[in-house]
């Protein structure tokens, strides 16, 4: 219960979610955990629950101003920075609007960049910074999606955001290990964990039971067990993991559990 003692942990868009989840988990495992959210009401309640050891501070992620506000308060209060999850992000369907191909809009194309991308390079440019002023490296986890590694025809802009996470958490990888800063940047990708962003997407019993019956361990995920592995990732039992991809789908990726006929 203590493998994060001493860190301290940045959680984006954590205010419910797999976000909240993660910084529960952080907590349990004695990190000081900052969470940060654009929804204020929602994120202060989440810090409530973690006692001592969590912290809430407003955040729009699209900001690079606030980024900078972000690291620097806190570097002040805390000392540094060890753990960052770029976990915030949308599926932009949310308002209703069309995201396929064909019929999304170039603003709704951007709107969705901007928080699922351009947040993360914004989060992975000023983690480096903060972490490399302590010398003491650090982790970051970065958030994709099964949605990143196969085609949505549905939500377009959302796999292509998920897929240049992919990437761009390799490319941090290089890159910090080539500066000797001994910060490690890794990606999940979850698939079908039952969040409230799940539930908005789901439109009948009969959908569910549909979706429950496609997946090979025929049920959906927890947040608590993408929590578990970002765990992993921020300790220090994975120094030796940076670059890497780590699927949570209970098996979709790996292809069918149905025989064929």
């Given at each position: 219960m203590n493998r994060l003692s001493n860190k301290v942990c940045l959680v984006t868009g954590a205010a419910?979610?797999?976000?909240?989840?993660i910084a529960k988990a952080f907590?349990?495992?004695?990190?000081?955990?900052v969470i940060s959210d654009i929804n204020a009401e929602k994120g202060a309640a989440t810090v409530?629950?973690?006692g001592s050891k969590g912290f809430f501070l407003r955040h729009d992620v699209t900001?690079?101003?606030q980024?900078?506000?972000?690291?620097?308060?806190?570097?002040?209060?805390?000392?540094?920075?060890?753990?960052?999850?770029n976990n915030a992000g949308v599926m932009?369907?949310?308002?209703?609007a069309a995201h396929d191909p064909e019929h999304a809009t170039l603003d709704e194309w951007h709107r969705v960049m901007k928080i699922n991308l351009d947040s993360v390079f914004l989060g992975c440019k000023h983690a480096i910074?903060?972490?490399?002023?302590?010398?003491?490296?650090?982790s970051i986890i970065n958030m994709s999606s099964r949605s990143g590694l196969v085609g949505v025809p549905k939500t377009a802009a959302y796999a292509a955001s998920k897929a240049a996470i992919r990437n761009h958490s390799k490319t941090v990888a290089l890159y910090c290990a080539g500066e000797n800063l001994?910060?490690?940047?890794?990606?999940?990708?979850p698939a079908s964990i039952r969040t409230p962003m799940w539930e908005s997407m789901i439109d009948s019993r009969e959908d569910e039971q549909a979706l429950i019956d496609a997946m090979p361990l025929h049920r959906f995920g927890r947040p608590d067990e993408v929590a578990a592995v970002a765990i992993l990732l921020a300790s220090d039992e994975a120094t030796y993991i940076t670059g890497s991809e780590f699927n949570i789908d209970g098996g979709i990726l790996a292809g069918t559990s149905t025989s064929p006929k």
């Open positions: 419910s979610g797999i976000g909240a989840a907590a349990a495992e004695d990190a000081t955990v409530a629950a973690l900001d690079e101003a980024w900078q506000s972000v690291m620097a308060t806190i570097v002040a209060q805390h000392g540094g920075l060890d753990v960052l999850v932009g369907t949310e308002g209703g910074a903060a972490m490399r002023a302590t010398g003491r490296g650090g001994g910060i490690r940047c890794n990606s999940l990708y």
